[in-house]
């Protein structure tokens, strides 16, 4: 049995990175977590179509290896403010056994950095 033990950020490294194709079905079991839906079906040619797109950010929290959440960030373009854009945040979610710990705190911290 795998067992995964609680993140201290400070106790143990959280990376933040991009999603790639094969996250999938570990941003599915975590959707899964968020939604009690038996529809959510998430497509590696999605996630990897994602990776490259200039205006959406599917990002994951990787810990010891394992992806322990993710979020989806969406840069959109505004008139109010000349031609700064704003962000939308959305599918926040850390599994269960990871709360707690800062991690989405540090998905939601890289977000503006990505909005520029």
């Known amino acids: 049995m795998n067992e995964v033990l ?15 194709a094969d ?3 570990a941003i599915e079991s975590l959707y899964r977590e968020l939604v009690s839906d038996s529809l959510i079906r998430v497509l590696p040619e999605q996630i990897a179509a994602l990776s490259e797109a200039s205006v959406s950010f599917l990002l994951v ?51 503006p950095s990505l909005c520029f």
Request: aromatic content about 2%; some cysteine.
């Open 6 to 20: 609680p993140i201290s950020p400070l106790a143990i490294p959280c990376a933040i990175r991009r999603a790639t």
């Open 61 to 111: 929290a990787e810990s010891l290896g394992i992806v322990c959440g993710t979020a989806l960030l969406t840069v959109c373009p505004d008139a109010m403010y000349q031609t700064q854009p704003f962000g939308v945040v959305e599918n926040v979610i850390v599994t269960l056994a990871q709360r707690g710990g800062g991690i989405g705190r540090l998905l939601l911290a890289t977000a």
């Open 23 to 25: 996250d999938a079905p």
